[in-house]
């Protein structure tokens, strides 16, 4: 799952934000979750420290989903100490990751 955004969609930002909130919150309930969730851009600040969708991703991650969060996004954002749940990880990995994956969701 690739997660490049903190908002879903374009339009209100404000709508965005609560619709990324639904959509991380739909996928911890589906029977089968993926295996790993990339996070870079504004995606990044969903699994930092004051994001709507910490608890939501720190629950895939506690049920086996490997978090990574784009260690390049985190420093341009200012935000690599508010990490809170994953790893960090860098383009290399991300690329590998989605070139592996036999299928990529995508909000």
Do not use: W
């Not at 930002?13 to 991380?24: D, I, P, S, W």
């Not at 960090?88 to 969701?105: Q, S």
């Amino acid at each position: 799952m690739v997660l490049a955004s903190d908002e879903m969609g374009q339009g209100d930002a404000v709508l965005g934000r609560l619709l990324m909130k639904g959509f991380v919150y739909a996928v911890t309930q589906q029977d089968k979750l993926p295996e790993t969730v990339l996070l870079f851009n504004g995606g990044a600040k969903l699994s930092c420290q004051g994001s709507d969708s910490l608890e939501d991703l720190k629950e895939l991650e506690a049920q086996g989903v490997e978090i990574l969060t784009c260690g390049t996004c985190l420093n341009h954002y200012g935000i690599a100490e508010k990490l809170l749940v994953g790893n960090v990880t860098n383009m290399y990995e991300i690329v590998e990751k989605m070139t592996g994956a036999k299928k990529i969701v995508r909000p």
